[in-house]
């Protein structure tokens, strides 16, 4: 039976990565992004290399619609082995320039879609006893400029705390790849070496699970 594999925020930097890392590997893949461009863009290149790539859009920040991708996703490839939340908002606002509507629209990208996306594929997951749920981090250190973006971050870095609490004794493994800068090809944060903690990761033994890795190694606050 063939594995499958989810990212919601399939755009063409990690996400693209990430999903074409678990497509060599011979999973059924499906790339969820908000723009339909962007999604069939990046599934049409994972395609390339072979496979099967399932193309959704679903905005991460609309609950039913996000819900009912992801339900999409287990009808046409089965039930999801692994899911990975890239999805974020990311922009420079520092302390008050941003108003209360501003920091609520991107807790709901950073943060409750991260939520959305776990609470649904998780409880399969643990009932089956294996599964695997990454989420994309960053900000590992406070940084005035980017508020709205810090306080997302280390949002989902309690989120995954938390549902590994509930889902880590099932034998889900809920982790984040924390990414301290910004993403481009042939720098220091190339997308396709970003992508091998998320194969690493969902490869772990039980033993050996790790909560977050930080590209590069710079330790986390918490």
């Known amino acids: 039976m063939v594995s499958t594999a989810v990212v919601v925020g399939a755009g063409p930097g ?6 074409s890392r678990f497509a060599r590997e011979g999973y059924s893949v ?6 339909k461009e962007t999604v069939e863009q990046v599934a049409a290149e ?4 072979g496979g099967r790539v399932l193309a959704l859009t679903a905005d991460s920040t609309d609950e039913a619609g996000l819900r009912a991708a992801l339900d999409t996703v287990g009808k ?4 999801v082995d692994a899911a990975v939340y890239n999805a974020a908002l990311i922009r420079r606002d520092g302390p008050g320039e941003l108003d209360a509507r501003g920091q609520l629209d991107a807790w709901a990208v950073n ?15 643990a009932e089956r006893g294996s599964g695997t749920i990454l989420v994309t981090g960053g900000m590992p250190r406070v ?3 980017y508020v709205s973006l810090g306080l997302g971050k280390f949002g989902v870095r309690t989120l995954v705390d938390l549902l590994d609490a509930q889902y880590g004794p099932a034998g889900v493994h809920v982790a984040s790849v924390t990414v301290p800068g910004a993403v481009a090809p042939g720098t220091a944060y190339d997308p396709d070496d970003i992508a091998e903690h998320y194969w690493r990761l969902h490869t772990q033994p039980r033993d050996g699970w790790e909560r977050e890795v930080v590209h590069g190694g710079v330790p986390a606050a918490r």
């Open 14 to 19: 990690i996400g693209k990565a990430v999903a």
């Open 143 to 145: 940084d005035p400029g």
């Open 30 to 35: 499906a790339v969820i992004a908000r723009r």
């Open 76 to 79: 046409e490839l089965g039930p």
């Open 46 to 49: 994972i395609g390339r290399d």
């Open 111 to 125: 943060v409750v879609g991260a939520l959305t996306t776990a609470s649904h594929v998780a409880p399969g997951m």
